[in-house]
């Protein structure tokens, strides 16, 4: 049976405009011909805004999905993007945190009280780290070794450094390790294939970022020349 690629991410992980302006400049993307290339099925599961906790429930809700020698493509968002859930509570609508501040249709305004806006907007982002740490250590963590455990291939971007203060060698121990960067375990490895901790710098450096003519976060017509930058990245792991 034919292996699949499964792409999650944010809207780095998309190259549609056609919600926005009616115009899609292309409906092949990056991870289409990432998956030709290798000779996978395709699905996409990216979509605009989501954090990175709304990342890792889709990851788990396809795991029955998954199986051995399948690619598990993952554009990991900002550290920074929580999610939030819109009131009336009871019916479970979950938002990120940028949803939540800049979509005209997310909220009406008013209709949040003042410290429920202060925790979500000032406060959680304050202590980011212990955010950070919790989502790694009960759903990423475990729901990434569970992908590995299947056989799956896992490649993986970071958007950003997590926390530019530090060198490139820490933030990879942060990366892999949650915030303790004095692991008492220096042999622990996250089993997923880092191919860049900061893709966004990557994308400037290639003069790959958008354009006001372009796709998304992506200049128009670089999604297969971005395809091979991916193709390249994986073929350096897989060695």
Not at 52 to 63: D, F, G, L, V
Not at 124 to 133: L, S
Request: with cysteine.
């Amino acid at each position: 049976m034919k292996n699949t690629l499964f792409h999650f991410g944010d809207s780095f992980g998309c190259w549609e405009n056609g919600h926005r302006d009616g115009n899609k400049h292309t409906t092949k993307g990056y991870s289409n011909y990432v998956a030709e290339h290798f000779n996978l099925n395709h699905e996409h599961r990216a979509e605009e805004s989501l954090s990175n906790a709304q990342i890792i429930s889709r990851i788990i809700t396809e795991i029955p999905n998954f199986k051995k020698g399948d690619f598990v493509l993952i554009n990991w968002s900002f550290f920074d993007r929580f999610p939030v859930m819109t009131e009336p509570h009871k019916e479970g609508k979950i938002i990120s945190l940028n949803s939540l501040i800049t979509e005209e249709d997310a909220v009406q305004v008013g209709s949040y009280t003042k410290e429920y806006l202060d925790y979500n907007i000032l406060h959680r982002t304050d202590v980011q780290k212990e955010e950070w740490n919790l989502l790694f250590w009960l759903f990423l963590k475990p729901s990434i070794n569970t992908i590995s455990r299947l056989g799956c291939n896992i490649f993986v971007s970071f958007n950003n450094s997590s926390y530019p203060n530090l060198n490139f060698k820490n933030n990879i121990q942060y990366l892999l390790n949650g915030c303790n960067i004095s692991t008492n375990n220096p042999n622990y490895k996250l089993l997923m294939n880092i191919l860049t901790e900061d893709y966004i710098r990557d994308l400037k450096h290639n003069k790959w970022n958008s354009d006001d003519d372009g796709c998304a976060h992506y200049k128009k017509g670089i999604q297969k020349e971005l395809g091979t930058w991916w193709i390249d990245k994986i073929n350096e792991t897989l060695k």
